[in-house]
Each structure stands twice: as C-alpha cells, then as structure tokens.
C-alpha cells in the first residue's frame, strides 16, 4: 500500500518522470498524469533514451540489436525507458519499438520458448523470448505480441508444474557426450531430453520481467499458472539445486550452447549481506519486478528486505539510499546498471527522492 502523504512529498519535489509515474501508477489521477506527460519529452534523458529505443539499422543477421550491455540493446532501453515512464501508449513509444512488433508478428509458428531452428536457432529462440517479455512489458497491445507471452507462459508452466529440479545430467551421463568444448567441460548439462520436450524450459529473469503484466488479462488461469512459475522459483532447493547461470544444453548431437541469466533472488539467503556487497543494485532491480508477484512477497526474502530498508527511513517519513545503490552506467538493466529513476543528480535532495520513489514501488504491491 502506498502512502499518501509520501506520494504528496513526490508530486512537490520530484522531476517530470517520477511526477508522471506518481500520478499514472501510485495515484490514478489521469488529469494529472496528463499535464505531466507532456514535461516529459522535453528532458534530454528521456530524449536520449527513446532514441536507444529505435533500432540502428540495418544491422548483419547474427549482430542482434536486443540482447547486451550496450544502452542501445532493446534489453536495456526498455528497462530504462520503463523507469522513466515511458510506455507504449505514447505514440513516440509506440513509433520506437515498432520493428520489433514486427519482428514478433513474423516469427514462425511452433513451439513459444524453442521456435527457431538452423545454426542459429537456439540463440534466436533466446531473442524471441526476451524481446517478447520486453515488449509485454512496455505495454505493446499487439495481439501477435501477448499471444506469444501467454504461449511461452504456458511452456513454462508445463515443466514448472511437475515440480522437477533434477535438470542435470550425472557425471557418467556427462561423460558419454561427444564434442564438448574443452572450456565447457567442468559446467553442469542440462538434459538434452527435457530440452527437447519443452525447449527453453527454465525460467530466466526477463520471464519475471514481463509475466507479472499477463495479470492484467483478468483470468484466473492465466494468475494460476504464473503463481506456479513463481512459486517453482521461490524455494531453498531451486536455490541449492539449480547451478548459477544454469549451465549448458545440448540442444542437438554435438551442438551446444552456454545459458544463463537464471531468476535466483539475490540475498535469497542473506539479504542484508548481499545489500552490503557491491552487488545491491542487481537486488534493488530484481525485487521491483518480483515483488509483483503474490508467491514471492510471501517469502522470508521480502519480509527480510522490507525490514532492511526500513534502516534507511527519514525521521520525515521519506527514504534516503546510498548514492551506489542508485547507480547509473553503461552495462546491463537486469543487473541493477539502470536503476535510476531520472531524476537531477545536481539537486541535493535527488537521492531522496529516487530511493523515497523506489519504496513507494515496493509497496505498493503489498
């Protein structure tokens, strides 16, 4: 629940992005959301950033423009437009990711998380399930765009629903595969035989970007399998079962591929230690978007990160980070690079504003 009198503070000293996100998201006052839009526009950081929106093209058929750590990464100008509040129900939105709707509306039909084949076709099915969950996310309403969301959840649900986590081949099975690269030869392998039953079956952090948006369809199903996946994450043994960044799959005879990117919470453990680390801005990033789901704020993590940020509460009311925690750089979003809200780090109270903005965020989704 979000408090009033904090959301007020907001309104009288925040700048345009948080302004608008205040009135669209925290109080629901589309007069003023309205007004404040129009602000947006005119500051060279959201400029900049719809720019990193519109791809660079042409670009060669293996140089793909959605995933990595340059600001110009679909990956990464989302995210960040996102924080900002950008949306594509603004037709310069809209007009920015239009290429890749397109790109959706033409992918092959077949299976959701495993749809492309060719020399290719692992890493592009990767593309395909993160631009997806990216465009779902920045409120695209093409048809062909939440038809794969809801089909790739349903992929995802499949295997989740069996409660399975033994993925791994054994040493002995390890060591009849044929061709491994030698770099390779000490991570853990995915079995080939649950890949090829539901392709990209594990979840991975761009699934937990954009699921929690396929509530807004209002259907009881479509909450109940999303509850599942969450749910399937949320526990000491996926934690303790599943391998840092997953590990590698033999996707076909002798044709292998290094995934990652898996959703573990950070500090599922220990989230006071891991805040204190150089890593809290990768924690901060992944409970916005966690902390939309019902399966996740039941958990031991939120209860304890709730109570650590509490430490950094104003004898006003009002929250004050430390300025690493809101850090702005050039690298990935999922990792906490963009977690800033926009505001002028030239105003002496823009640190609390952002971290004060960041905690009305968090709960409001209690």
Known sequence: MTDARSCQWLMDNADAPIRYRVARELLHDEAVAKKTEGMLFDLPVVAQWLKNLEPDMPRRRADYIEHGS???????AVLKAVQLGLHAGLPQVAAAV???????????????????KGIYGFYESFIHIITCNLLVLIQCTDNAVLDNALGSLEELYAFTSKGQYDIYLSNEEKAKLKGIPTIWKDKPFIRRSLFAAYGVFWPMIYDIVGLSVLYDQKNSEVDRKINQVISYLSTDVFHCTVADGYG??????????AVGWDPKYP????????????????????????????SAR?????????????SYKTNNGTYLFP????????GYAVQG?????????KKK???????????QLLHRNI
């Open 70 to 76: 340059f600001d110009s990464r679909l990956e990464n």
């Open 98 to 116: 239009g290429y890749f709707v397109n790109k959706v509306k033409h992918a092959p039909n077949g299976p959701y998380r495993n749809k492309y």
């Open 248 to 257: 590698i799959v033999e996707s076909s005879e002798k044709k292998y591929h």
């Open 267 to 294: 500090g599922w453990l220990d989230v006071k230690g891991y805040m204190e680390s150089d890593n809290a801005p990768k924690l901060l990033f992944f409970a916005l978007y966690m902390s939309k789901y019902p």
């Open 298 to 310: 039941k958990t031991g993590w939120f209860g304890d990160l709730l109570a650590y940020m509490d």
């Open 323 to 330: 300025a690493h925690w809101l850090k702005e750089k050039q």
């Open 337 to 345: 690079n963009h977690i800033s809200f926009g505001e002028n780090r």
């Open 349 to 359: 109270n823009w640190r609390e504003i952002e971290s004060t903005f960041y905690i």
